[in-house]
């Protein structure tokens, strides 16, 4: 008897999920950074009431504020300012909520620039600051408003291209440095009157000036 023919399942091709170019970042391990990310500033309010770690990390070393500023949320990020989020703090690579912010809207990067986020604070890996950010993207409002708060336009990536060069030859946003370049320099500060001795200590140390942790 002759033997049987095997039969062979025809291979299909398999299918990929669609690519996105701006696809959600996963890891939101608390309930605080799903309301950040959806930008549920009411349920934000409510879940502060049981004061949870409002700087907790993901597994990215995200805090809520950097994924409501990446998700462009104005409304949850600035309900987490107000109740102290940390703006200094940075995710991996030293991402911090500017650099995350960049690629939105002007809204979140002004509500974080008022809070004082580090205007300068570079990516360990890229060295790209928020400007650099923002200039790759194209996103003039935040350029402006980066430069109006005086980011350094000097500054270079680890490739050695400032964020001018990034612009490329966007005559809108090379106008925008230019504009910057051509403006001039804010006069120096009036010295301040020298202070009564005292040997009473300050609260702000010897210097007059808190410190900073700026980076993790």
């Known amino acids: 008897m ?11 091709a398999h299918k990929k999920r669609p690519a996105t170019s701006d696809s959600a970042p996963r890891g939101a391990t608390t309930p605080l950074h799903a309301a950040a990310r959806t930008g549920d500033a009411a349920a934000i309010t409510e879940l ?3 004061k949870p770690d409002i700087n907790a990390r993901d597994e990215h070393a995200r805090t809520p504020l950097h994924l409501a500023a990446w998700a462009g949320q104005t409304a949850a990020l600035e309900t987490l300012v107000k109740a102290g989020a940390d703006v200094a703090l940075g995710a991996v690579d030293g991402m911090t909520a500017l650099h995350f912010a960049a ?5 979140c990067v ?9 205007l300068d604070a570079a990516c360990e890996r890229t060295g790209k600051t928020p400007l650099h950010i923002a200039a790759a993207a194209a996103n003039g409002p935040v350029i402006a408003a980066l430069i109006n ?6 500054l270079k990536t680890r490739k050695g291209e400032s964020a001018r060069d990034l612009v490329k ?3 809108e946003l090379v106008a925008l440095f230019r504009a910057a370049h051509a403006a001039p320099a804010a006069p120096p500060p009036a010295e301040a009157a020298a ?5 009473e200590p300050t609260s702000f140390g010897d210097d007059g000036e808190d410190e900073e942790d700026a980076f993790i």
Request: include cysteine; glycine fraction near 8%.
């Open 110 to 118: 002004a509500c974080l620039l008022a809070a004082g986020a580090p």
């Open 2 to 12: 002759a033997p049987k023919k095997r039969a062979f399942k025809k291979k299909t």
């Open 103 to 107: 690629k939105k809207g002007a809204d």
């Open 169 to 171: 030859d966007n005559a």
């Open 48 to 50: 502060l009431q049981t």
């Open 195 to 199: 202070a009564p001795e005292t040997t």
């Open 149 to 154: 708060a005086g980011a350094n336009r000097a």
